[in-house]
Structure formats: structure tokens, C-alpha cells
């Protein structure tokens, strides 16, 4: 069955470093999004991502988040400047893109950041 | 505003007993569905139930839906250790592909043999 692919599985940066993080959709899937989930927290929308665009995004997605499908398969998240309070497991999800309230979102197994 | 609030926080029950996990959320829906997260892992996605509909199956899992009180429940019936997990409704008000899912804090399902 396919599947949505994360990598790394844990990234440890230093405060102020820039990283990306990576994740392969299910292939046909055209919706893209990332979540994140801070320890013991709910989880929380950053982006989606469509036909090359941000279809929407939070509040949480501000300046230092950008996102990038770089290729034909990959689906980026960098954060350009990592604060302490970035220190979360982040999802990449996506979605075929079906209408009528259906359309299911597919998620990855998470990238653990811990922002020293 | 917050969305899809679980209750009870926490449940341990016996295997082979019953769980019902109930979710409650405050504005109008589009969707609502059921993900399952074991310790420190991805999340899986269980069920979809669109607002048009009451009650739907997966197996041993049966969802509800009832859109006037606002809520939806999760019947996991005759449990197994492997059930033991944290379980996530996620609410979609946008109605079209793409919109962000809204997560509540989740029920901790803990099922010993």
C-alpha cells in the first residue's frame, strides 16, 4: 500500500540553523500539507500545498517557514532560522484531492526536531 | 476556536472489552475523521464520516456522527493490546480539498491483557 515517506527520522540542530525536511507523497496524490505536533500537544496545521502554490496556511507558518516541491516527488519544509520553541515532530501529509467532503489526508511517519 | 475536543482524556479497559472515545467540536463541518497514533509515531488514518451521514463501519471501529449536538464517538469494540494508542478526531470545515484538518488533544487508549 502506498505511503507517505519522511525524512529524517530525527534532526537535532543548534538554535539559529536552517533545516529541511523531507517527505515523498503517495504519488498520485496532488494535495500536500505539514503538521506539526509539539510534545504533549495537539496536532497543528502549518500548510498545504497545491499545484506548486500554498493553498492555505496557519499562523504558525510565518517568514522563517517556507515550503518547496522541488522535484516531481519531493515535498519540502524549511525552517530558516530554528528557535527553541520549533522542537516538535512534524507530519507531512497528502490527499488526492477528491470533492464532496471526502477527500482523506495520509500521513507521514514524522521527523522529530529537537532544537538545542 | 478550538475543535474536535476528546473525551475522556485518558481510558483503560480490559481486552476484549469495549472503548468509546467522544469528540465534540464547536463550528460547522464538512468532514470529521478518526486517526490513531501509537507512542511517539505517525498518525493513521481510521475513518472518515462526512456530515451527511450518521453512523459508518471499519471492522471493529463504528463512528457516529450527530451534527446538531456537535459530536461524534468512536466504538472500538472487543479490544485488543494492539488497540492501545492515542486517538485523534480531526475536523474539516473548509468543504474542499486541501483545507487544514483541526485536531483535538486526543483520548489515550491503554488496553491491558
Known amino acids: 500500500e502506498p505511503e507517505v515517506t519522511q525524512t529524517p527520522s530525527h534532526q537535532v540542530t543548534q538554535m539559529g540553523q536552517e533545516v529541511i525536511l523531507r517527505c515523498v507523497p503517495i504519488?498520485?496524490?496532488?494535495?500536500f500539507y505539514w503538521y506539526r505536533q509539539i510534545l504533549g500537544q495537539k496536532v497543528e496545521f502549518l500548510v498545504s500545498?497545491?499545484?506548486?502554490?500554498?493553498?492555505?496556511k496557519s499562523e504558525i507558518f510565518d517568514d522563517q517557514f517556507s515550503v518547496e516541491r522541488p522535484d516531481g516527488s519531493n515535498f519540502t519544509l524549511k525552517i530558516r532560522s530554528t528557535k527553541l520553541e520549533d522542537s516538535a515532530m512534524y507530519f507531512c501529509?497528502?490527499?488526492?484531492?477528491?470533492?464532496?467532503?471526502?477527500?482523506?489526508?495520509?500521513f507521514g511517519p514524522g521527523t522529530r526536531l529537537t532544537v538545542l | 476556536s478550538q475543535q474536535g475536543e476528546e473525551d475522556p482524556q485518558a481510558l483503560s479497559i480490559q481486552e476484549g472489552e469495549n472503548a468509546t472515545m467522544n469528540c465534540s467540536y464547536k463550528?460547522?463541518?464538512?468532514?470529521l475523521q478518526w486517526y490513531r497514533q501509537n507512542s511517539g509515531r505517525g498518525l493513521v488514518h481510521l475513518i472518515l464520516?462526512?456530515?451527511?451521514?450518521r453512523e459508518k463501519h471499519s471492522g471493529r471501529l463504528r463512528v457516529t456522527l450527530d451534527t446538531s449536538k456537535k459530536s461524534s464517538s468512536l466504538l472500538i469494540t472487543a479490544s485488543r493490546a494492539a488497540d492501545t494508542a492515542s486517538y485523534f478526531c480531526?475536523?474539516?470545515?473548509?468543504?474542499?480539498?486541501?483545507?487544514?484538518?483541526?485536531f483535538g488533544k486526543g483520548t489515550t487508549l491503554s488496553v491491558s491483557s
Open positions: 501529509a497528502s490527499s488526492e484531492g477528491k470533492a464532496g467532503g471526502t477527500d482523506t489526508q495520509y
Open positions: 504519488s498520485n496524490h496532488l494535495y
Open positions: 500545498f497545491y499545484n506548486n502554490e500554498i493553498s492555505e
Open positions: 463550528t460547522s463541518i464538512n468532514n
Open positions: 464520516i462526512r456530515s451527511n451521514e
Open positions: 480531526a475536523t474539516d470545515a473548509g468543504g474542499q480539498a486541501g483545507t487544514a484538518l483541526i
